[in-house]
């Protein structure tokens, strides 16, 4: 064990009992609605809920910004529980189907979407959560596995992503280091919990030992707003989409005398808007982080330090604190000399243990042993500044969503009598179809199947997908 | 088309629902597709249609089709 900044912390992250000893009466969460949990009561109401649950059982957790999911999430990584984290408003029938590929024997929802599981037993209650027990046998889970993300995040799909104790708190270790977090902070949640990116901030965050404010409400909201200045929000983290809606809001404007650091991942943003926050943030004692990462990491591989980010607007920076970054040209090999396109590969402790499609699979070791793909194409400067230039996979992130294109055609093939194609960039989903008879259902079937906006979707009718022998599409 | 023909019509395109559903009742609690996405692209499409800069503590309380008439009408758009 080592002592940082009076806040002792263990091989266990998140052993919130080590950050209680050192400050149990320092406040964890505070609600919008005026509510707060100390870090003691996280571990009372953790020992609550581990009477309910064994430790080793799989517990799905459908997920808001509010004290029930937060404590319930922290329940389980203390009680060394693995929960999977997800969006509380899930499609029921998406729902029905994780449950019957992953048989949780648990699930820890809002009270008002209970009523999703009619056949099982509510045997815990707290916070506005219930626990509902679902009869399924519990199995065996690998002794490592902490937590389990979502990739898509939007389609439902089963894919998930395996992440040990030792990811999660690396991942949020580095995090503290690199954004100096100490338990004077208070950060807002501008973004999901089930989403790697917003739970890295209440990860590094509780590890310090600071305060989060937790919301539901938007950056489009006045409330949000309001929480924020009347608890002195200090910090304050976004997608892209975040920091364009920021801008159409007027936010640089805005009198924000706390919030002192501002973090942007979960895509790209244009180097002009980079450049604008980036700017202004130094020039009134603030500090803009571009960061990068991705699910398959925990959350974070980089950082672009907010001292040097003027000069290189649109740059992804350095590897995190105990990462480390290479480029492969296309023969595998290193690339070490600046200004050469190559794939983007990650090595550190929170890289994942790898996916998981199927119950079974959570027995599975570490399939990945720390070194990750990342699909990304980069450079590098002569200052050792990483550049994303393009990718490899065929996916789109619009609003921090990962939309996969192949996943989107088969979900299009399923539905319609059609062939499709789809492409796009970071801001529109392009889909071709040939039956241009079903062309008008598309756009509403996405958004409901996707939960991507129908004015972020363009479609035309081609009259023919061309593919080679093998069924691949060729140049479109 | 008339101001308020104009004023449906983004809602209209932006929630893919019919005229008559519009009125008191639309409003974010009541429309479950009513997300800052959704919100942030009326508020633009109001600035376009209407040639009018949003002043943005009106942008979040733009939480229904009425608060959206009132809105206007502090900008001079009669409806």
Same mark, same amino acid.
């Given at each position: 064990m080592t002592?940082i900044g009076?806040?002792?912390k263990?091989?266990n992250?998140?052993?919130i009992r080590?950050?209680?000893?050192?400050?149990?009466?320092r406040?964890a969460l505070?609600s919008?609605?005026?509510?707060?949990?100390?870090?003691?009561e996280?571990?009372?109401?953790a020992?609550?809920?581990a009477?309910a649950?064994?430790?080793h059982?799989?517990?799905?957790?459908l997920a808001?910004?509010?004290f029930?999911?937060?404590m319930?999430y922290?329940a389980?990584?203390?009680?060394e529980? #693995?929960?999977?984290l997800?969006?509380?408003a899930?499609?029921?029938?998406?729902?029905r189907?994780?449950?019957e590929v992953?048989?949780?024997s648990y699930i820890?929802?809002?009270? #008002?979407?209970?009523?999703?599981g009619?056949?099982?037993?509510a045997?815990?209650?707290?916070? &506005?959560?219930t626990?509902l027990q679902?009869?399924?046998?519990?199995?065996?889970?690998?002794?490592?596995?902490?937590?389990?993300?979502?990739?898509?995040?939007?389609t439902g799909?089963?894919?998930l992503v395996?992440?040990?104790?030792?990811?999660?708190h690396?991942?949020a270790?580095s995090?503290?280091q690199y954004?100096?977090?100490?338990?004077?902070e208070?950060?807002?949640?501008?973004?999901?919990?089930y989403y790697?990116?917003?739970?890295?901030?209440?990860?590094?965050?509780?590890?310090?030992?600071?305060t989060i404010?937790?919301?539901?409400?938007?950056?489009?909201d006045?409330e949000?707003?309001?929480f924020?200045?009347?608890?002195?929000?200090?910090?304050l983290?976004g997608?892209?989409?975040?920091?364009?809606?920021?801008?159409?809001?007027?936010f640089?404007?805005?009198?924000t005398p706390?919030?002192?650091?501002?973090t942007?991942a979960?895509?790209?943003?244009?180097?002009?808007l980079?450049?604008?926050?980036?700017?202004?943030?130094?020039?009134? &004692?603030?500090?803009?982080?571009v960061?990068?990462?991705?699910?398959?990491?925990t959350a974070?591989?980089?950082?672009?330090p907010w001292d040097?980010a003027?000069?290189?607007?649109g740059?992804?920076?350095?590897?995190i604190?105990?990462?480390?970054f290479e480029?492969r040209?296309?023969?595998?090999?290193a690339?070490?000399?600046p200004?050469?396109?190559?794939?983007l590969?990650?090595?550190?402790?929170?890289?994942s243990m790898g996916?998981?499609?199927?119950s079974?699979?959570l027995?599975?070791?570490d399939?990945?042993?720390?070194?990750?793909?990342t699909?990304d194409?980069?450079?590098?400067?002569?200052?050792?500044?990483?550049?994303?230039?393009?990718?490899?996979?065929?996916?789109?992130?619009i609003?921090?969503l990962?939309?996969?294109?192949d996943?989107?055609e088969?979900?299009?093939?399923s539905?319609?009598?059609?062939?499709?194609?789809?492409?796009?960039?970071?801001e529109k989903l392009?889909v071709?179809?040939t039956?241009?008879?079903?062309?008008?259902?598309?756009?509403?079937?996405l958004?409901?199947?996707?939960?991507?906006?129908?004015?972020?979707?363009?479609?035309?009718?081609?009259?023919?997908?061309?593919?080679?022998?093998?069924?691949?599409v060729i140049?479109q | 088309m008339?101001?308020?023909?104009?004023?449906?019509?983004?809602?209209?395109?932006i929630f893919?629902v019919?005229?008559e559903e519009?009125?008191?009742?639309?409003?974010?609690?009541?429309?479950?597709d009513?997300?800052?996405?959704?919100q942030?692209n009326?508020l633009?499409?109001?600035e376009e249609?209407?040639?009018?800069?949003?002043?943005?503590?009106?942008?979040?309380?733009?939480k229904?089709?009425?608060?959206?008439?009132?809105?206007?009408?502090?900008?001079?758009?009669?409806?």
């Amino acid at each position: 064990m080592t002592e940082i900044g009076g806040i002792i912390k263990g091989e266990n992250m998140l052993d919130i009992r080590k950050t209680c000893s050192a400050c149990g009466n320092r406040i964890a969460l505070l609600s919008d609605s005026g509510e707060a949990k100390t870090y003691e009561e996280l571990v009372t109401f953790a020992d609550g809920f581990a009477a309910a649950v064994p430790s080793h059982s799989l517990v799905f957790i459908l997920a808001e910004n509010s004290f029930g999911a937060v404590m319930g999430y922290v329940a389980c990584l203390l009680h060394e529980c #693995v929960p999977l984290l997800l969006n509380s408003a899930t499609e029921a029938s998406q729902l029905r189907h994780l449950c019957e590929v992953y048989t949780p024997s648990y699930i820890w929802l809002p009270d #008002v979407n209970s009523s999703i599981g009619d056949s099982y037993t509510a045997i815990f209650k707290a916070s &506005g959560y219930t626990l509902l027990q679902t009869g399924y046998k519990p199995f065996d889970l690998h002794s490592d596995l902490a937590l389990l993300l979502s990739t898509s995040g939007s389609t439902g799909s089963p894919k998930l992503v395996r992440l040990s104790r030792q990811n999660v708190h690396s991942n949020a270790e580095s995090i503290a280091q690199y954004l100096q977090i100490t338990a004077e902070e208070r950060p807002i949640t501008s973004l999901p919990l089930y989403y790697s990116f917003g739970l890295s901030v209440i990860n590094s965050h509780l590890l310090r030992g600071a305060t989060i404010l937790l919301t539901k409400y938007s950056v489009s909201d006045s409330e949000f707003w309001q929480f924020a200045r009347e608890q002195h929000a200090t910090s304050l983290s976004g997608v892209p989409y975040t920091w364009q809606m920021l801008k159409q809001l007027r936010f640089m404007r805005m009198q924000t005398p706390d919030l002192r650091t501002l973090t942007q991942a979960g895509g790209k943003l244009s180097p002009e808007l980079a450049k604008e926050y980036i700017d202004w943030a130094a020039a009134n &004692g603030k500090r803009f982080y571009v960061m990068y990462g991705q699910t398959e990491a925990t959350a974070r591989m980089s950082y672009l330090p907010w001292d040097v980010a003027a000069e290189k607007p649109g740059s992804i920076g350095v590897a995190i604190p105990n990462g480390r970054f290479e480029l492969r040209d296309m023969d595998g090999i290193a690339i070490s000399e600046p200004d050469k396109q190559g794939e983007l590969v990650y090595y550190g402790p929170n890289v994942s243990m790898g996916y998981a499609q199927k119950s079974e699979d959570l027995l599975l070791g570490d399939c990945n042993n720390g070194c990750l793909h990342t699909g990304d194409i980069a450079m590098l400067d002569s200052d050792g500044d990483y550049y994303i230039v393009g990718r490899m996979k065929r996916f789109l992130k619009i609003f921090g969503l990962r939309i996969g294109l192949d996943e989107v055609e088969r979900l299009i093939l399923s539905h319609f009598d059609t062939d499709c194609y789809c492409c796009g960039t970071d801001e529109k989903l392009h889909v071709k179809v040939t039956n241009p008879d079903v062309a008008g259902q598309i756009p509403l079937f996405l958004e409901q199947q996707i939960h991507l906006f129908r004015q972020y979707i363009q479609i035309s009718v081609v009259e023919k997908i061309l593919r080679n022998e093998v069924g691949k599409v060729i140049a479109q | 088309m008339t101001n308020l023909e104009k004023y449906n019509q983004i809602f209209i395109d932006i929630f893919d629902v019919k005229e008559e559903e519009l009125g008191d009742n639309f409003t974010k609690a009541e429309v479950e597709d009513w997300d800052s996405v959704r919100q942030m692209n009326i508020l633009s499409q109001f600035e376009e249609t209407f040639d009018v800069i949003l002043d943005p503590e009106d942008m979040m309380t733009f939480k229904s089709y009425n608060a959206g008439k009132k809105i206007l009408a502090k900008n001079n758009i009669a409806l």
